[in-house]
């Protein structure tokens, strides 16, 4: 008798000719299909046994720039802002709440024609992706080759965030430089 197989593991029998029906001849039933034998369908929802294959949730472009909007939209106040300045601090409790998951949220003020430098390449995080937003004054984010020399200059413009990708391999680094006349205060969600 033919089979015909739904999948690679199921397998039901060929459908049979139909005859008309007749009094005498009894109704064939139809095959049950059982889900035993298919593994994916089985532990569907169910954790692995191997690590490689476990659940690696790393947050959205979205979450970053959400998250730096609310605590810049906090950092507002000049009572939240951070107080020593030209060194990144983590910002207060109060705007951190808008971040939700392992997002890091810190701020740094500058004094005019101040700068700081970047975030340094951990082996930690091997897909790091942080967000700068601009709470208030003028800054630049500069990035450098490993020699030192300049690749590029960019303003951070009030009210748009600016996402700073991880340099792999490259050696280069980051300075943000304060290119105004007043304080500068940047906001960093680092994923």
């Given at each position: 008798m033919p089979q015909r197989t739904l999948s690679g593991t199921a397998v039901l029998p060929a459908p049979q000719k139909a005859t008309p029906p007749t009094a005498t001849a009894p109704t064939a039933k139809p095959a049950s299909v059982s889900l035993e034998g298919i593994g994916?369908?089985?532990d569907a929802g169910r954790r692995s046994g191997y690590a490689h294959l476990g659940e690696r949730r790393l947050p959205t472009l979205g979450r970053l720039v959400a998250a730096a909007r609310g605590a810049a939209a906090s950092l507002g106040r000049p009572s939240l802002r951070p107080s020593r300045r030209g060194h990144w601090q983590l910002v207060p409790r109060a705007a951190r709440r808008h971040t939700g998951g392992r997002l890091r949220v810190t701020a740094v003020a500058l004094e005019p024609n101040s700068?700081?430098?970047?975030?340094t390449p951990r082996s930690s995080r091997q897909h790091g992706m942080e967000v700068l937003y601009l709470v208030s004054g003028r800054a630049h984010l500069i990035a450098s080759a490993a020699d030192g020399q300049m690749?590029?200059?960019?303003?951070l413009a009030a009210g748009r965030a600016r996402v700073v990708g991880s340099?792999?391999?490259?050696?280069?680094?980051h300075h943000l430089v304060n290119t105004g006349d007043e304080v500068?205060?940047?906001?960093?969600?680092?994923a």
């Open positions: 994916d369908v089985v700068f700081v430098s970047g975030p690749r590029s200059a960019s303003e340099d792999e391999g490259g050696g280069g680094s500068a205060v940047v906001v960093r969600v680092t």
